[in-house]
């Protein structure tokens, strides 16, 4: 069985390039333990049989930067095939890299995120069920700063899971995702660039409504990073609130496009999120002295996204 690797490489814009290399670092550790699998395991399936395919637009990141991190983390050894995507942004970068793709299980992967050392393993196990043709991995935010910390609670990102079994879900996240070819070629991802973080939630819905099942792998685990600073933590905040009201307009029913339904949406994040603050601040180890902080960046932070359901709520009208 061959495995395709597919990288975008947009997310580098947005993220510390210390990042990028750190997770090809992580990926070449990963992919020559794989290469090392013994004989009598699901993984040695794939020994000598792996692909890496990067995907990257020439405006945001040149090939000699490129290929510097590729000879620094040695995944130029493996001798990834690096797609020039002229004008594509994450969706479409994603895309093109599975057009190249030759493997029968395709994993795309952001250029932002850390695999934790089993990530790869534990994915590819699952896919041990033919059953599974659709899987998804754990993204998480290490709570390293007060910042961090204040984004894990006020934001999207769950706190670190414990468990680590396999189980049906119906979201995904494109940072990291398993998808068998033949699911694939069917169902790809669309390229709207108007949308970014709810695309995935389309793609999941689609796949769901078309009979195919979706699994959470919570034993494939990465790290995602904060936003870099306050500015993209608004821009960021501000815009998963015009995707969730975009994705509303394209699927959803004449209620969900109501305003009616935005506060409602509203009123609901704020009581998941101060829900999320009183129970998760003592895993992170956040002081007792900063929850009002956490309550105002929470509720800060969920206006921004309802202020963005409603511009394109009134801009469509």
Known sequence: MKLSLIIEMENLRDCN??????MMKQLYRQLRELNEAPATDFLATFRQRIEVIIAYNPQLI??????????????????PLCLVCEGCGYYGLKNKGAEQASGEIFIFLDS??????????????????????????V???????????LF???????????????????????????????????????????????????????????????????SARLKHPSPLDYKRL??????????????????????????????????????????????????????IILLPLSFLQGTCYYLLAFFGELRVKFSRQ
Not at 125 to 130: H, I, R, S, V
Not at 164 to 184: D, Q, W
């Open 234 to 287: 608004i821009r960021f905040a501000y815009l998963s609130g015009c995707d969730s009201q975009l994705r509303r307009e394209q699927i959803g029913n004449k209620f969900d496009r109501s305003i009616l339904a935005i506060l409602a949406r509203f009123i609901y994040r704020l009581f998941r999120t101060y829900r999320k603050i009183l129970y998760g601040f003592r895993q992170i180890r956040l002081p």
């Open 152 to 218: 894990i609670l006020s934001g999207f990102f769950p706190l670190k899971p414990d468990e680590r079994s396999t189980i049906k879900t119906n979201r995904l996240h494109a940072n990291s995702l398993g998808v068998r070819k033949r699911v694939y070629r069917h169902y790809q991802f669309q390229a709207d660039g108007r949308m970014r973080r709810d695309q995935c939630v389309i793609y999941a819905e689609t796949l769901i409504k078309n009979g195919i099942p979706v699994y959470l792998c919570r």
């Open 17 to 22: 390039s210390v990042r990028s290399l750190e």
């Open 112 to 137: 932002d995120v850390i695999p934790e050392s089993d990530w790869l393993n534990n994915l590819l196990l699952a896919f041990e069920d033919e059953k599974k043709s659709v899987i998804g991995c």
């Open 139 to 149: 993204s998480y935010v290490e709570p390293n700063t007060l910042y961090d910390k």
């Open 62 to 79: 040149g090939e000699d930067e490129l290929n510097n991190f590729l000879v620094e983390s040695r995944l130029a050894e493996l001798q």
